[in-house]
């Protein structure tokens, strides 16, 4: 069942702001592999050797590769393996023995979409292991979320296209018992969407949806998705929670054609104050980078659109993290295609409530991001992969300068 939630925008603006105005966080650029595929399909945090620091990860067309914390030095954990190209990947402990696994999702863009896991090789150096999870077409986002009130989180996959149905299915996996052996079993949670680019799990809360009566540590969370019809919430049915419904909380761009609907990707980040935010690209590979302000209950209290800018080209990545210690998450914006020219951009909400725009580069053609802090000292990094640039860079957070 579908519901529709029907707001008025409160206020609509455009803001540009000069990087002078301001103290912006100061970033030191790291390349730490110019070339590791044609594409790098996605970067993530994790702590593959189990030493407590946190190594990277790359997936490029037909491998997956890993650089060691604290010398980044490369190894490539799996080549040639999956059906290209690889396409996705999450990090997880999937057979409950104390060290990371890996999530791949595989045949992008049409080739079957494969989903697996792998598990560590024999030693440090040997390539990983490959267990089949399903096949989903299109197969083109993963993450970890508990959506289904489990003991532990579920694999949830978001393929572009539809596959059997009219619209794209949205999957959540629990693990089996035995992962390696055992059936993987789907919960679809949705197939009514379209031109689905993008997931995210959180908590009601975080969109300004009410509480239910579970307890926070035992509610579930929901699935906001980034698609044609916009920003949706996929959540438990409150008269079933076995059935899950879809409630529209943002349309995004409103264009004439497919292409130009709704929105490609989707965070939220919160104010110093406590106030949450969702930040979206829009369209899908869209122009403009965009934040909703929420109200304490969404349906009581629209939110603010203000977008951040028009001039993305193939806007791609996105996430919201406080990365200069003010408790005010920034906004962080990679694109692909130059105008004129590729990179990655920082928004940073002023006390006045504008936005100040920091250019962080112009050396990657950013296909994926993720922030997390890498090197120890407490401040979020960057780390960042390209397409037409082919490369991974890390931009370590030099505190405001």
Excluded at 139 to 149: I, K, Y
Excluded at 272 to 279: D, E, H, T
Aim: glycine share 8%.
């Amino acid at each position: 069942m579908r519901i529709a939630i029907a707001f008025v925008c409160l206020a609509t603006s455009l803001t540009w702001a000069a990087t002078g105005h301001a103290q912006s966080v100061s970033f030191e650029a790291q390349v730490i592999d110019a070339a590791p595929g044609k594409v790098v399909y996605a970067v993530t945090a994790a702590d593959i050797d189990n030493d407590g620091r946190q190594d990277l990860v790359a997936v490029t067309e037909d491998s997956v590769h890993w650089y060691q914390a604290p010398r980044w030095r490369k190894r490539t954990l799996l080549s040639g393996v999956t059906i290209a190209d690889n396409v996705c990947v999450a990090p997880f402990d999937i057979d409950r023995n104390g060290h990371i696994d890996l999530a791949l999702g595989a045949g992008w863009p049409n080739r079957g979409g494969t989903i697996q896991w792998l598990s560590p090789g024999q030693t440090i150096d040997h390539p990983w292991n490959v267990h089949e999870i399903a096949a989903e077409a299109w197969t083109h986002r993963m993450r970890w979320g508990n959506v289904l009130s489990g003991e532990e989180p579920q694999l949830i996959v978001s393929p572009l296209h539809p596959s059997i149905r009219d619209g794209a299915r949205l999957l959540a996996f629990s693990i089996p018992k035995d992962p390696r052996h055992n059936r993987w079993r789907p919960t679809v949670l949705d197939e009514s969407l379209h031109r689905m680019h993008n997931h995210l799990c959180v908590a009601r809360t975080d969109v300004g949806l009410p509480k239910t009566d579970t307890s926070a540590d035992a509610a579930p969370q929901i699935t906001l998705t980034a698609s044609q019809e916009g920003v949706s919430a996929v959540l438990p049915d409150h008269k079933n929670p076995k059935h899950f419904r879809r409630v529209q909380l943002l349309p995004g761009a409103t264009g004439d054609s497919p292409a130009s609907q709704g929105a490609g990707e989707v965070r939220v980040g919160q104010f110093a104050n406590g106030k949450r935010f969702v930040a979206t690209v829009e369209p899908m590979h869209g122009t403009h980078a965009v934040v909703y302000e929420m109200g304490e209950f969404f349906a009581a209290e629209p939110p603010r659109r203000t977008v951040l800018t028009d001039q993305l080209r193939g806007g791609h990545a996105l996430w919201c993290a406080d990365l200069d210690g003010d408790h005010d998450d920034e906004v962080v914006v990679g694109y692909r295609e130059p105008n004129p020219l590729v990179g990655i951009l920082i928004f940073d909400r002023q006390a006045d409530g504008a936005w100040q725009e920091q250019r962080l580069t112009a050396q990657v053609a950013c296909e994926d991001l993720v922030v997390a802090d890498f090197n120890g000292d407490g401040l979020p990094d960057i780390l960042a992969g390209g397409r037409a640039t082919h490369n991974v860079v890390l931009f370590v957070n030099q505190g405001v300068r």
